[in-house]
Every structure is written in C-alpha cells, then in structure tokens.
C-alpha cells in the first residue's frame, strides 16, 4: 500500500498569511494527488486534483503543485472561512489512501 | 444538482451485520465509479471501498476485506455497503462519494454524502 505523510499535523496562522501544507507518497504517484478540506461536522469538500488542478468554485488563493513522491497545497491570503483540516489522497492505485489531515487554526 | 444521501446507520453489537445505503441524484449513476470512505470519531479518513459504473469491478482495504461487500443497483440510483462481523473498530461516519472521472481510474472523489454513523458496541 502507498503510505501517505503529510506535515505539519497541525498549523497556526493568521488571516491574511500564506500557508504551505506538504504531503509525501513512499512511493511515486506521478501527479495522482488530491486535496480535500474538511470542517468539522462535514463532509470533505474536493480542492485541488492532479496535484495541481483546481475544482470548479474553489477560490484561486488554493494552488497546489509537486509530482512523483513530493505535493504541497498552498493557501495564500488566508481567511476566515479556510480555517479547517485539510487532507492529501492519492487516486494512483488501491487502497486510495489518505494523509493524516493537518488541522489549520487561527493563531 | 449532484445528491447523495446515506443512511442505514446505527448501534449495532460486535459481530452484528449492518446495509448502508447512498441514493444517487443529479448524474447519471451508471457511468461513474463510487466510492466508501470512513471517518472514526476525531480521527481521519479512510478509504473503504470501491465498485466501477458498471459493478463488474470492486475494491476494498485490507482492514474490511471479506467482510464488507460493495454494491449497486443503477436501476435504482442506489449504492450498498454490506457489512459483517463488524468490531468496534468499525465505528466511524462512513461516506459515500462520487468519482470526478466516470471510469474512476486515478480519479479524485467530486461529490460527498452528508455521511452516515456506524457505531458498534455491546
């Protein structure tokens, strides 16, 4: 199974700065690499797919970038609503694993 | 609009059997892949399971591997989880989801369910 590590596992940060969340694969996942935000009492919300691509309604502050083994998801400007936890999968193959989640708080 | 909604959820002792259930609305289910995802209390995602569009190919994790059966009616809009011999580490919110891609091949999952609890206990 592909094993899926993101960091940090938890994050602080103020509205209006820039935030970096990375996640690594053990092995390569070419740009298979998704990333979905979710809130508390809700279901994961689709963000960014292919490592790079952004879904449809996400504000463009999201970017996310990397191929093989290493992604980061970006935040930039964040707001109030982005204050959330954030998980990394990978699509390449089954099991379609997730990241541990990182929970991003307001400082 | 893309809809689903689980249910089937409840208390149910160890070893004890339980169908979830995930109606489908908005699409045309038989052309895309779907998917069971979990979520144990405070902690993070798991996928479960898969089946294609058509139900002639299913996944699952090894932790739920021939106990849990994936399965789907497209005359119905309707998406099943069968689950046995469950154990209490089978408690979670368990989700259906919708692949973005119809063949479900590397795809990421599009659509969510608001998520159903399975909670196992004696």
């Known amino acids: 199974d592909i094993q899926m590590t993101q960091s940090p596992s938890s994050l602080s940060a103020s509205v209006g700065d820039s935030v970096t969340i990375t996640c690594r694969a053990s092995?390569?996942?070419?740009?298979?690499l998704n990333w979905y935000q979710q809130k508390p009492g809700k279901a994961p919300k689709l963000l960014i797919y292919?490592?790079?691509s952004l879904q449809s309604g996400v504000p463009s502050r999201f970017s996310g970038s990397g191929s093989g083994t290493d992604f980061t998801l970006t935040i930039s400007s964040l707001q109030p609503d982005d204050f959330a936890t954030y998980y990394c999968?990978?699509?390449?193959?089954?099991?379609?694993?997730f990241g541990q989640g990182t929970k991003l708080e307001i400082k | 609009e893309v809809h689903l909604a689980e249910s089937g959820g409840g208390l149910v002792q160890p070893g004890g059997s339980l169908r979830l259930s995930c109606a489908a609305s908005?699409?045309?289910?038989?052309?895309?892949?779907m998917n069971w995802v979990r979520q144990a209390p405070g902690k993070g995602l798991e996928w479960v399971s898969a089946?294609?569009?058509?139900?002639?190919?299913?996944y699952y994790a090894e932790s739920v591997k021939g106990r849990f059966t994936i399965s789907r009616d497209n005359s119905k809009n309707t998406l099943y989880l069968q689950m046995i011999s469950l154990r209490a580490e089978d408690t979670a919110v368990y989700y259906c989801?919708?692949?973005?891609?119809?063949?479900?091949?590397?795809?990421?999952?599009?659509?969510w369910g608001q998520g159903t609890l399975v909670t196992v206990t004696s």
């Open positions: 092995q390569s996942i070419s740009s298979y």
């Open positions: 292919t490592a790079s």
């Open positions: 999968q990978q699509s390449y193959s089954t099991p379609y694993t």
């Open positions: 089946i294609s569009g058509s139900a002639d190919s299913t």
């Open positions: 989801a919708k692949k973005f891609y119809g063949s479900g091949s590397y795809s990421p999952l599009d659509y």
């Open positions: 908005g699409f045309t289910f038989s052309n895309y892949a």
